[in-house]
């Protein structure tokens, strides 16, 4: 939530800058990108150009990420495999993909519009809700619980409650705390999410 940096220039002075952080996501492959140009600047004894430095990162920030569709599929078989691992049938699993489909799709539309986590976490839980209640009173699959676990997967903050322990364990305890509180909101966005869905779609079933 916050990046703060001190130098020390020459005269033994430091100075330090602190700035905001209002948009995060997980991008492994630029955390590796970065990670490979603090390498080689270590390497050379940071003698290197600043100018070219700031080109190298404006670079790797604008570097082309995975395409739109492709994220989308496999966000579909996200659902797919972990429909799969909690044991659902063949039909489960696909309707879980289509789920984890169209869930993806629609987190890609209307995450141009910078929402905050818990807001995208309570309409990822109605969605899922929802589209597997509408699946199962279809009469595709004989029930719905599972299909909805493995959809949700793929939006249950794993990566964000590990590393907070991690933080944690590590002594890094502003770290550790914010990551922790950011998982446990997305996580209960996820679950009213996913009640509001069903009392929804229970009243209008009814």
């Known amino acids: 939530t916050l990046v703060m940096v001190t130098v020390q220039d020459k005269d033994h002075r430091s100075h330090t ?25 270590v390497q050379r004894g940071f003698n290197s ?25 496999m966000g579909g078989f996200t659902g797919f495999f972990f429909g799969l691992m909690f044991g659902c049938s063949l ?10 489909f169209l869930l993806r799709l629609l987190l ?18 109605g969605f899922i809700s ?20 493995a959809a949700l997967m793929q939006v249950v903050p794993g990566l964000a ?16 705390t914010a990551r922790l509180v950011d998982a446990f909101m997305v996580a209960t966005g996820l679950s009213v ?3 509001l869905g069903l009392l929804v779609f229970s009243h209008v079933v009814v």
């Not at 890609?108 to 839980?125: A, H, R």
């Not at 589209?131 to 299909?147: D, T």
Request: a positive charge.
């Open 17 to 41: 800058a602190m700035r905001r952080i209002t948009a995060r996501t997980v991008n492994l492959r630029k955390i590796a990108l970065l990670n490979d140009l603090s390498r080689r600047l």
């Open 161 to 176: 409650l590990v590393n907070s322990i991690r933080d944690l364990i590590a002594g890094d305890l502003m770290a550790g």
């Open 130 to 149: 929802i589209a597997c209640q509408i699946i199962y009173v279809l009469g595709i699959v004989p029930q719905s619980v599972q299909m909805m676990t």
């Open 49 to 73: 150009d600043l100018a070219l430095v700031s080109r190298m990162l404006e670079r790797i920030d604008h570097s082309p990420d995975h395409s739109f569709w492709s994220l989308v599929v």
């Open 91 to 100: 039909p489960q699993a696909i309707c879980a993909f289509v789920v984890g």
């Open 108 to 125: 890609l539309v209307i995450g141009k519009f910078n929402l905050n986590s818990f807001i995208l976490s309570v309409i990822s839980g």
């Open 193 to 195: 999410g996913s009640v």
